[in-house]
């Protein structure tokens, strides 16, 4: 069975620092790569995918990931959070051996100070 | 895009009765699916539609679970007999495919007293 690892449970930042999110998956196949992000009181947002292609994916709002498929890997980073980034962030993954499901990491919570 | 939508946002039940929540996908889209997200953790996945069709259970979706997609539009989720176990944030998700993400609902959460 595929899982995801997020290392990282809670982040805590100051306005313009850089962040870094790590994301590890278990399954060794082919797979598709998400990271969805969840502001406070709100539902699930999509931020970014990965299913083919370059494996550095731009996502919305400046948010970036890097596949490395030797590592396991789908980090989500960003230059520069301001304050409107505090929220939880889910990383997921989906291959075509586990169907439609998407399997999700246990979150990260981000602080970003003002 | 008016988004997948949920009802009812939070249900407070007693132990032992049952409980319906439902979920409006996204119009055009032919896939939905229900995830259970508690405390402190990620969604878990319970159960995928393709149009009608229930095409995947997980483990966690005991008997006590059902689920259905009667026209291919909205779904229910019922459980049956509440436990306080059940006590989570229910969410609905729809989808065009695989590759496209899946776009979540508000979510339902269940709290059984």
């Known amino acids: 069975a595929q899982s995801v690892s997020q290392h990282n449970h809670h982040v805590i930042l100051s306005e313009a620092a850089s962040l870094e999110l790590g994301c590890n998956y278990s399954?060794?196949?082919?797979?598709?790569l998400f990271w969805y992000v969840q502001y406070p009181g709100q539902h699930l947002q999509l931020l970014l995918k990965y299913f083919s292609g370059d494996p550095l994916v731009k996502g919305i709002k400046g948010f970036e990931a890097e596949f490395i498929k030797s590592k396991f890997s789908f980090n989500l980073r960003k230059p520069s959070v301001q304050w409107s980034d505090t929220a939880e962030y889910f990383c997921?993954?989906?291959?075509?051996?586990?169907?439609?499901?998407?399997?999700f990491g246990g979150g990260t919570r981000l602080m970003v100070k003002p | 895009d008016t988004g997948v939508s949920q009802d009812p946002r939070h249900k407070i039940t007693k132990r032992g009765q049952n409980v319906t929540f439902r979920c409006d996908p996204i119009s055009e889209h032919n896939r939905l699916y229900w995830y259970r997200q508690t405390l402190g953790q990620g969604p878990e996945f319970l159960t995928y539609?393709?149009?009608?069709?229930?095409?995947?259970k997980s483990r966690l979706l005991s008997d006590r679970f059902s689920a259905e997609r009667p026209k291919g539009s909205f779904s229910t989720l019922e459980i049956q007999r509440t436990e306080q176990g059940d006590s989570a944030m229910y969410l609905c998700a729809s989808s065009t495919g695989p590759i496209t993400g899946q776009f979540f609902g508000p979510g339902t959460r269940l709290t059984v007293l």
């Open positions: 399954y060794g196949g082919t797979v598709n």
């Open positions: 997921a993954v989906n291959n075509n051996n586990a169907g439609n499901m998407l399997t």
């Open positions: 539609f393709q149009n009608e069709a229930q095409l995947e």
